[in-house]
């Protein structure tokens, strides 16, 4: 039976789409689907942080649900700043709309770094300086506190796509460099889910970037075969979910 997932996307992002899509392109019985709400710029003032809010978010899930999709994903890594509690809580009440099984970008991260029991964790994001320092506070709070770290300071969100892939790569060979297991791409904007597999072999470390490891913890929450995208990384090589 074909599985639906649903992806809530923020509106000026412009990676998540045709990278989801490009992955499950040859997958039999997979499709994804998309519904956006308006997200401009990242940044810790008042106006940036509210539009996240549930109230914004749940209307793209009831849309998703129209769809009968068989999983939905928050495919946004807000939480990471605004807390983990966050994430949590949206699921839950999706869920309860719905009646369908939800994630997050941010908890798929941290579900794929418990997964592969990562130690060291290098974080890589396109965000300012004091976003990343919420970040890192944040995962802390979870246990999981970045190891190493490189960062863009960009603020507008559509920026975050047009950030060449030499770019991400630079960065995740600098974190590895400094002794991380593994390399989170923390951003659903950045383009680095084609980078993953190569960058594995080449350094010897695990790379997660948010829109893989979104869909692989979407295709484990609808019953798909996650084994099926292993050419995009370890991560498809592991279902096992450590809460």
Same mark, same amino acid.
């Given at each position: 039976?074909?599985?639906?997932?649903?992806?809530?996307?923020?509106?000026?992002?412009?990676?998540?789409?045709?990278?989801?899509?490009?992955?499950?392109?040859? $997958?039999?019985?997979?499709?994804?689907?998309?519904?956006?709400?308006?997200?401009?710029?990242? *940044?810790?003032?008042?106006? @940036?942080?509210?539009?996240?809010? @549930?109230?914004?978010?749940?209307?793209?899930?009831?849309?998703?649900?129209?769809?009968?999709?068989?999983?939905?994903?928050?495919?946004?890594?807000?939480?990471?700043?605004?807390?983990?509690?966050?994430?949590?809580?949206?699921?839950?009440? $999706?869920?309860? %709309?719905?009646?369908?099984?939800?994630? =997050? /970008?941010?908890? *798929?991260? $941290?579900?794929?770094?418990?997964?592969?029991?990562?130690?060291?964790?290098?974080?890589?994001?396109?965000?300012?300086?004091?976003?990343?320092?919420? $970040?890192?506070?944040?995962?802390?709070?979870?246990?999981?506190?970045?190891? @190493?770290?490189?960062?863009?300071?960009?603020?507008?969100?559509? /920026?975050?796509?047009?950030?060449?892939?030499? =770019?991400?790569?630079?960065?995740?060979? *600098?974190? *590895?460099?400094?002794?991380?297991?593994?390399?989170?791409?923390?951003? +659903?904007?950045?383009?680095?889910?084609?980078?993953?597999?190569?960058?594995? %072999?080449?350094?010897?470390?695990?790379?997660?970037?948010?829109?893989?490891? +979104?869909?692989?913890?979407?295709?484990?929450?609808?019953?798909?075969?996650?084994?099926?995208?292993?050419?995009?990384?370890?991560?498809?090589? +592991? /279902?096992?979910?450590?809460?």
């Amino acid at each position: 039976m074909r599985k639906r997932l649903g992806m809530i996307t923020p509106s000026s992002n412009s990676v998540l789409e045709p990278v989801t899509s490009t992955m499950l392109h040859g $997958i039999d019985g997979v499709s994804a689907h998309f519904s956006r709400f308006r997200v401009t710029e990242i *940044a810790l003032d008042a106006a @940036a942080l509210s539009q996240f809010d @549930a109230s914004a978010m749940l209307p793209a899930a009831d849309l998703l649900a129209d769809a009968k999709v068989d999983a939905i994903a928050w495919n946004g890594t807000s939480a990471s700043w605004l807390g983990i509690g966050r994430d949590r809580s949206l699921c839950e009440a $999706i869920t309860a %709309r719905t009646g369908v099984p939800t994630t =997050t /970008s941010t908890l *798929a991260c $941290i579900d794929a770094v418990r997964a592969l029991d990562a130690k060291r964790v290098g974080l890589v994001s396109p965000y300012t300086d004091d976003v990343q320092r919420r $970040i890192a506070d944040v995962w802390a709070e979870e246990g999981i506190a970045p190891f @190493a770290e490189r960062h863009l300071g960009l603020r507008d969100n559509f /920026s975050f796509g047009e950030v060449e892939p030499t =770019t991400i790569a630079g960065m995740i060979r *600098a974190v *590895a460099s400094e002794g991380a297991d593994a390399v989170v791409i923390l951003c +659903t904007n950045l383009d680095g889910a084609a980078l993953a597999a190569a960058l594995e %072999r080449e350094l010897n470390v695990a790379v997660l970037d948010s829109v893989a490891v +979104t869909l692989w913890r979407t295709l484990g929450l609808a019953g798909s075969d996650i084994a099926a995208l292993a050419k995009w990384g370890r991560i498809f090589q +592991t /279902s096992r979910v450590i809460q």
